[in-house]
Nanobody
């Protein structure tokens, strides 16, 4: 496994914006498919957005047209720009990164999560 460093969560008013970022810590060879997931209190974890190595994206219907996932392959970083935030977006957000180490082995890595709280 490779530790992931997440940042960008916090408290924001409804209608506001936040940008989350996530990157592997340490030396790696490559990154593959990247994604963001979230888990609200009392609910199951759900996929929010995914981006493949060729840039193909897929979004959950609940956040489509409000959130944008992007990647910077030079920095091995994935971003989630969240606009027009709603109360129901409040959750812990987790990044998920496929990481290839110099051994050639791929790992499916998860971040520890960053809290996003939307207030009225």
């Amino acid at each position: 496994q490779v530790p992931l460093v997440e940042s960008g969560g916090g408290l924001v008013q409804a209608g506001g914006s936040l940008r989350l970022s996530c990157a592997p810590s340490g030396s790696i060879l490559s990154i593959g498919t990247l994604g963001w997931h979230r888990q609200a209190p009392g609910k199951q974890r759900e996929s929010v957005a995914v981006i493949t190595r060729d840039g193909t994206t897929n979004y959950a219907d609940s956040i489509k047209f409000r959130f944008t996932i992007s990647r910077d392959n030079a920095k091995n970083t994935v971003y989630l720009k969240m606009n027009s935030l709603k109360l129901e977006d409040t959750a812990v957000y987790y990044c998920n990164v496929q990481v290839q180490r110099y051994s050639g082995i791929w790992y499916d890595c998860w971040g520890k999560g960053t809290q996003v709280t939307v207030s009225s």
